[in-house]
């Protein structure tokens, strides 16, 4: 396993499209081991394999309670309600902001075991799901948010 480097915003490849994994071969595998221990590293809580460099359609998370998911080819299925809450972007070191998400997300993905999942988020989770699938697409949270948030008021969980 390998702490990678993260890919800054201004890069262009985080304005691009990631590309499916039609099969999930051990260098997937090793990615998926590389995007955690990065993620651990960085002290983050979501990271797409955009930002290492990879434009694959791989994303990992981990949950305010250490619950670790590893999504190929996530799409969300079904969005419910509405939250607005503080969000910031490891691509993007020392912005945060307040985006509008859906309060609850459920996403279908293949795990590395290339099984078929499904996944409800709520609140944290929710953002997340979000957050990472939009870089799939080479979208960033900055483009959605609804008001930059001041130092005083930053609480860090990203
Ligand atoms: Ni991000």
């Given at each position: 396993m390998a702490v990678l480097n993260i890919v800054k915003e201004g890069d262009?490849?985080?304005?691009?499209?990631?590309?499916?994994?039609?099969?999930?071969t051990p260098r997937i595998l090793t990615l998926l081991d590389d995007m955690v221990e990065t993620m651990h590293a960085a002290?983050?809580?979501?990271?797409?394999a955009v930002q290492v460099g990879v434009l694959r359609r791989v994303v990992v998370?981990?949950?305010?309670?250490?619950?670790?998911?590893?999504?190929?080819n996530p799409r969300i299925v079904a969005r419910a309600g509405t939250q607005?809450?503080?969000e910031g972007c490891l691509s993007i070191p020392g912005v945060y902001g307040i985006t509008?998400?859906?309060?609850?997300?459920?996403?279908?993905?293949?795990?590395?075991h290339g099984n078929e999942v499904e996944y409800t988020g709520k609140g944290l989770l929710a953002r997340a799901f979000c957050h990472e699938l939009?870089?799939?697409?080479?979208?960033?949270?900055?483009?959605?948010?609804l008001r930059r948030l001041g130092r005083d008021e930053v609480e860090v969980d990203e």
């Amino acid at each position: 396993m390998a702490v990678l480097n993260i890919v800054k915003e201004g890069d262009p490849i985080l304005r691009k499209t990631s590309r499916p994994v039609e099969e999930i071969t051990p260098r997937i595998l090793t990615l998926l081991d590389d995007m955690v221990e990065t993620m651990h590293a960085a002290k983050g809580c979501g990271l797409a394999a955009v930002q290492v460099g990879v434009l694959r359609r791989v994303v990992v998370i981990e949950d305010e309670d250490g619950t670790l998911y590893e999504l190929i080819n996530p799409r969300i299925v079904a969005r419910a309600g509405t939250q607005e809450e503080s969000e910031g972007c490891l691509s993007i070191p020392g912005v945060y902001g307040i985006t509008r998400r859906p309060r609850a997300v459920t996403v279908r993905a293949l795990d590395r075991h290339g099984n078929e999942v499904e996944y409800t988020g709520k609140g944290l989770l929710a953002r997340a799901f979000c957050h990472e699938l939009d870089h799939l697409d080479g979208t960033l949270f900055i483009d959605k948010m609804l008001r930059r948030l001041g130092r005083d008021e930053v609480e860090v969980d990203e």
